[in-house]
């Protein structure tokens, strides 16, 4: 039977009827926008109106969309190969991903490990964990210590370390193993440092470290949980107490990664480097899904030496090369600079252009209904007393000309790197004009 819907409203009537969307009811469905293409900073929709994309497609489309570099990448490899298994099997475009990985990640890093996303990322990251224990002979270190608030994807054992407050571990109560929590930091980002911060983790590692296989944090910027950027000074304190207290620190950078908070890897804000790293989201520049685990020698060497000396993991689409070919070319495009280069005074100096731009959220700070304004790299938050109505102020936002998707009490963007200042002005205003015209203060 061949199925080809005449109309929009004929995909969308079936989208509505049998498609979930993220977080969302089949009965009681939240909108849904018809996009039927993108390129650059700008969403198509099916009637033709053009929206200035403010979430790069959650913090992956980091160049824009439709970039003829990838497209090319991808064309390319595909007509090479698109899949082959990785058991067996190696390919040079999963090299050639690997040793650029190894060349823009610290010099402690020597293994990698492609996943096909984020969460499962994170899920090997945890596994390399408790394996480099058991391997070590410390089969009690089987707990994992991490902050409130964060968030490192939806699969049982990324649930298990997410905020222990959200809806899903009180949904799934009895399912989720239990680790253990500290408050999260207070010290914010730009603030000065305060010693008693570090109070809560330090007792909670002391109690407990015996059974704690790894730490693992959103280095500065909590993404999910809440959008909250603390204190470099934290992570460093973290990284010396899992030393003192031999245990394995992991960074989750998959929101973070590939110079969103104004430095390559948000780790680099307090100069400290953990022993597992995961990247994902933007690795791709948006085109694709993939991500890489990435790991010291002590800790794969460790892993390979124990009485099952294999990691085990080995998802169908690990190493996938379209999406390492890709992968490559989004890296090569964020580093060149000069003449011709998508960013020819650097992507650093393009995020420095952003967190300008951006400051002009601040215009809302005195409205009754704002809580707070917060700014990071390409990062802009307007955290308001309250929930949002998300369906109704994403309709004024697009009645702009704007994609924004906020969620719960949060107004926030992370717009694609190419976006133009007067484009991000334009952003800006459409989130200004959408807060200050709801209720005037
Ligand atoms: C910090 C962090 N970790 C992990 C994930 C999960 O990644 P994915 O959705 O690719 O599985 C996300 C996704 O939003 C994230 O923000």
Request: aromatic share 8%; proline share 5%.
């Amino acid at each position: 039977m061949q199925i080809k819907f005449k109309t929009t409203q004929d995909w969308l009537t079936f989208d509505k009827d049998h498609l979930w969307h993220p977080y969302t009811s089949m009965k009681d469905p939240l909108p849904c926008y018809p996009v039927v293409g993108a390129k650059d900073v700008y969403l198509e929709l099916a009637d033709g109106q053009k929206l200035i994309d403010g979430m790069s497609s959650w913090w992956s489309a980091l160049h824009g969309y439709n970039q003829e570099k990838l497209n090319e990448a991808l064309v390319e490899q595909m007509q090479k190969m698109s899949h082959v298994m990785f058991g067996g099997i190696a390919h040079q475009p999963a090299s050639e991903l690997g040793a650029r990985l190894l060349q823009i990640t610290p010099d402690c890093f020597e293994h990698v490990f492609l996943a096909d996303s984020g969460s499962i990322s994170v899920e090997v990251a945890l596994k390399m964990a408790l394996q480099y224990w058991q391997s070590s002979g410390q089969k009690d270190k089987h707990s994992f210590l991490t902050i409130r608030g964060g968030y490192h994807g939806d699969p049982f054992t990324c649930m298990s370390v997410g905020d222990p407050d959200n809806a899903q571990h009180s949904l799934f109560p009895r399912a989720i193993t239990k680790h253990h929590f500290v408050e999260r930091p207070q010290t914010r980002f730009h603030e000065n440092w305060d010693e008693s911060d570090i109070d809560a983790f330090t007792h909670a590692l002391e109690s407990k470290h015996a059974n704690i296989a790894a730490v693992i944090v959103e280095p500065i910027v909590q993404g999910a949980g809440g959008m909250h950027f603390y204190h470099p000074e934290y992570l460093r304190r973290v990284r010396a107490l899992c030393d003192t207290h031999n245990v394995l620190l992991i960074f989750d950078e998959i929101a973070t990664g590939f110079g969103r908070t104004g430095k390559l890897f948000a780790m680099e804000h307090a100069n400290i480097t953990p022993d597992i790293l995961c990247v994902g989201k933007a690795l791709t520049g948006g085109m694709m899904t993939l991500a890489a685990t990435i790991t010291t020698r002590n800790v794969a060497m460790t892993i390979s030496s124990g009485e099952v000396p294999v990691l085990m993991h080995g998802p169908t689409f690990m190493g996938n090369p379209l999406a390492c070919a890709v992968a490559c070319a989004s890296i090569d495009l964020l580093l060149q600079r000069g003449e011709g280069a998508l960013y020819p005074q650097g992507w650093a100096h393009q995020i420095c252009c952003i967190e300008q731009g951006l400051q002009d959220l601040r215009a809302t700070i005195d409205h009754k209904d704002v809580k707070d304004v917060r700014i990071l790299g390409g990062i802009g938050v307007v955290e308001m007393h309250a929930p949002v109505n998300v369906t109704s102020i994403q309709a004024a936002l697009v009645s702009k000309g704007v994609w924004v998707r906020p969620f719960g009490n949060l107004i926030y963007i992370m717009p694609p790197y190419t976006i133009s200042d007067e484009q991000l002005k334009t952003l800006c205003g459409a989130i200004i004009e959408v807060i200050q015209s709801a209720d005037p203060a």
